[in-house]
């Protein structure tokens, strides 16, 4: 059963709106950042890793984000441009910001830890005047990363963005994507988060990202209140991710749908939830059914936690595939499903 219809007459399938960032991840495997010394350059940021995974899975996609104005906004401009993402919309800052940089440190395959580098961070810098509606209307979706409303301009920016695509039958995503980083109290966090997610046909995040949503609302912190409290604001999709415990799909029908990871030697604990939602949503853009879905976007994690790098190592639907048919194969026809 279908539980989202998107218009197929428009050109573009997706548009991203939050961070693009520079990852730099250790090739020292297993040492702290203390006393790695060599590092892989990678775009990254969640809605970029998003948007290549996306494109990759043969999706057009479009991008409202600032990038700095320097060899590094033209690093990232060009790498998304040469994956097939529109960047018309990417725009360069014009006060000095500076993109931000992800240092990541692999402990073990189940530790690791990032450290950001976000002071004047260039996609915060997003402004409502970026915001094209004409744009916007081209697009059958519109993924609101949520650190795009930690600060100012950003978050009035993304705003505009959801209003204007409720206003015109483009389909709202929020991915809750929770950094703590720029926000300055939970309070806050709540306020922003609950304003989009009231417009949003589709919520994804982890039960902490849920949480911290959801403080005002006099919810106990259950996966199935949750659900109920969003699909009756208008949501048809909530989506709750528990890492190792698999993630959940939540329907305004009151089915729900699970998966369990796949099995996988992981290299590094992050990445995977960029691998799973570029696979979710193509399905659901697809017109595919919630568990094959979720079954694809379960496989793109693991095949992530597994790589060294983000982006760079997004699979294609035909790599998806194999690694599906390879696991089956392996640990049987019902691996993952619950």
Request: proline share 2%; net charge negative.
């Amino acid at each position: 059963m279908k539980y989202i219809e998107f218009d197929n007459t428009k050109p573009l399938d997706i548009i991203m709106l939050g961070r693009i960032t520079v990852d730099l991840n250790p090739l020292d495997y297993y040492k702290t950042l203390a006393e790695s010394e060599t590092f892989k350059k990678y775009v990254g940021g969640s809605p970029a890793n998003t948007a290549v995974g996306m494109a990759r899975l043969g999706k057009k996609c479009g991008f409202f984000a600032r990038v700095s104005d320097d060899r590094f906004g033209d690093y990232v401009t060009d790498y998304m441009a040469n994956e097939g993402v529109d960047v018309s919309h990417i725009k360069r800052c014009e006060h000095g910001e500076k993109i931000g940089l992800t240092f990541t440190e692999i402990l073990s395959e189940n530790e690791s830890s990032i450290l950001m580098y976000r002071n004047k961070a260039a996609d915060l810098a997003l402004e409502v005047g970026d915001i094209d509606e004409e744009y916007l209307k081209k697009a059958k979706a519109l993924l609101v990363s949520g650190v795009a409303l930690s600060e100012s301009p950003s978050r009035e920016a993304a705003l505009k963005a959801t209003i204007l695509a409720k206003k015109n039958g483009v389909k709202v995503i929020f991915d809750v994507d929770y950094r703590p980083y720029n926000w300055k109290n939970d309070d806050e966090i709540a306020i922003y988060y609950q304003t989009v997610a009231g417009y949003a046909d589709v919520i994804q995040g982890s039960r902490e990202e849920f949480d911290l949503m959801e403080k005002f609302t006099g919810l106990d912190g259950t996966d199935s209140q949750s659900a109920k409290y969003w699909t009756e604001k208008g949501a048809s999709i909530v989506v709750i991710k528990h890492g190792k415990d698999g993630s959940t799909a939540y329907t305004n029908d009151g089915n729900a749908y699970s998966i369990k990871p796949f099995p996988v030697k992981a290299l590094k604990s992050f990445g995977g939830g960029d691998g799973y939602s570029s696979s979710f949503l193509s399905g659901l853009l697809d017109g595919w059914e919630i568990m094959d879905c979720l079954e694809h976007g379960s496989a793109s994690a693991a095949m992530l936690v597994a790589s060294h790098g983000c982006s760079a190592d997004m699979p294609t639907l035909e790599q998806v595939d194999a690694f599906i048919k390879e696991e089956k194969e392996k640990y049987g026809e019902m691996v993952g499903r619950v």
